[in-house]
């Protein structure tokens, strides 16, 4: 249940006018989608797909670093590339950063729709504390590997290779999979576990005709529909020489090191498009950035702003209904816009998805670089099995647009930005005063600024960040550790004093 998060922050590019996410921590796990070869700052591309995919590891190695841990902890990462000779071109990088096979997190590389201009997307999973093992089936070669690490363990895309032979069996679609199926079994069992510990299994085919054979296999292999892993069947680039390859992520029971998350992908448009629109890890479900685009064929879905913000919302809530979520279970909406000139837009859908004021969740805006004819984005958190969100607010303090201030949803607290209701003072004051009211917001859900686990600072000028920091140290409890303190330097408009959102845990 929702309980079980102990630990959940962001991480940002180091310059503090980068406004986006790079990715997520998310208690051990550190989570990434759509990470792009692009400048954080201005948006624009690296040179050609080998400087796009140097810049993207370089936005991974911080990631890791950022959440507290290294490179060594990355797991698992699959890059898209627009075209399949690209495929190849990726390794370069990828194997000078990670030169020892032995110990390489696992890769992919799978062909998709990417935005104009990029060439290479990459996701991401890390493990903090973890230690990669790679684990081969003897006498059959993966050029990926199998890793484990913690109690977390993915393949990468498993092939029906005889154990004997190590060629692929004869005998077509079904024959290839009843034999993948045995090697992931073969894979889980080496790793220390069993089929029972397989939470998602995906599955490729170079077209449709392959998935009915396939999905009959499965169910064969998994009779029991409330113990099955959560099957993905997806259409993209396989080698001539097979019919179907399949990728498992497993979870093994805990031991002594790193504990990993349930996690488990989630496609809005499994029949047309490879790429997750995010991911559900342990009970967060969370997706990067939704974009107003077709979901299958990544075509832009309108032109002109208002087509497009049909389009976004209705990306939000596909998302959710693919989770089993609705509007209830959203924890925080995040609009990033090129500019915020038609911010107030967002608010009719809003107020109609809904219009109890007590009951919405956080919501704010961000300006932030998009790919180009993108005119908006869309961060969302969802969790699954919270119940019902208490809405929570701070006592004279309250926003123009229809939002809460914070929201309470399982155990985490998340907010739009807070303010501080008045613009008396100087920056010392109004800091004190916007921490002061960060602080009665949690009372208000019944803790304090003890529970906060980030805070992300909204300045006019990145020199303010000094005051941020000595007034966030003055509300941490003695002898506990500080939360996460991210300054991002944009224009809000104002004096460009301090304006904070929040995440914490009660």
């Not at 990088?93 to 110990?103: G, I, N, Q, V």
């Not at 349930?262 to 009970?283: H, L, M, Q, T, W």
Request: proline fraction near 7%.
């Amino acid at each position: 249940m929702a309980e079980s998060l102990r630990q959940f922050f962001e991480v940002y590019p180091a310059d503090p006018r980068g406004t986006r996410p790079l990715g997520m921590r998310i208690n051990d796990v550190v989570y990434a989608n759509g990470l792009a070869g692009v400048d954080p700052v201005t948006g624009v591309p690296a040179r050609g797909i080998e400087g796009q995919m140097w810049l993207i590891l370089s936005h991974l190695r911080r990631l890791m670093e950022a959440s507290g841990g290294s490179l060594d902890g990355v797991v698992r990462c699959a890059a898209y590339v627009t075209n399949i000779e690209d495929r190849e071109t990726i390794y370069g990088p990828w194997e000078t950063l990670f030169p020892d096979a032995s110990d390489r997190p696992g890769l992919k590389a799978l062909i998709t729709p990417l935005p104009e201009g990029h060439l290479v997307h990459l996701d991401a999973f890390g493990l903090i504390g973890g230690k990669r093992t790679r684990i081969d089936i003897p006498n059959v070669h993966a050029r990926d590997p199998a890793v484990l690490a913690g109690n977390v363990f993915f393949t990468s895309r498993c092939h029906g290779n005889d154990h004997t032979t190590g060629q692929i069996v004869e005998g077509g679609v079904e024959a290839e999979a009843r034999q993948t199926l045995e090697n992931l079994a073969t894979l889980v069992g080496l790793a220390g576990g069993s089929e029972e510990n397989i939470v998602q299994l995906n599955m490729f085919g170079r077209d449709d005709s392959y998935k009915e054979v396939a999905r009959r296999v499965f169910e064969e292999r998994f009779p029991d529909p409330a113990t099955r892993p959560v099957l993905h069947q997806l259409v993209n680039v396989v080698s001539s020489r097979m019919n179907v390859a399949i990728e498992m992520m497993a979870l093994l029971p805990e031991g002594d090191g790193p504990s990993g998350e349930r996690f488990v992908e989630v496609y809005s448009c499994e029949e047309g498009n490879a790429k997750p629109a995010g991911a559900c890890i342990g009970d967060v479900a969370v997706a990067p950035l939704l974009e107003p685009v077709d979901p299958c064929s990544g075509a832009l879905a309108a032109a002109d702003f208002d087509g497009q913000l049909a389009a976004m919302f209705e990306q939000v809530r596909r998302f959710l209904s693919v989770n089993g979520l609705g509007l209830d279970d959203m924890a925080r909406f995040t609009h990033f816009l090129p500019e915020l000139s038609e911010r107030l837009k967002f608010n009719p859908p809003w107020i109609e998805w809904y219009p109890d004021p007590d009951d919405r969740p956080p919501h704010k805006y961000v300006p932030s670089t998009l790919p180009s004819g993108v005119l908006m984005g869309a961060n969302v958190i969802a969790m699954v099995g919270a119940g019902k969100r208490k809405c929570l607010e701070v006592p004279g303090v309250v926003h123009n647009d229809p939002m809460s201030m914070g929201a309470l949803t399982g155990n985490l607290v998340t907010s739009s930005r807070v303010v501080t209701g008045s613009r008396e003072g100087g920056l010392a004051e109004q800091t004190a005063r916007v921490f002061a009211n960060v602080d009665a917001m949690f009372r208000d859900g019944g803790g304090s600024f003890a529970n906060v686990t980030q805070v992300t600072a909204f300045v006019g000028d990145a020199a303010f960040g000094a005051e941020v920091h000595r007034a966030m140290l003055a509300l941490t409890p003695e002898g506990q550790r500080p939360p996460v303190l991210h300054i991002l330097e944009t224009n809000l408009g104002g004096n460009g004093y301090p304006r904070l959102e929040v995440l914490g845990l009660m």
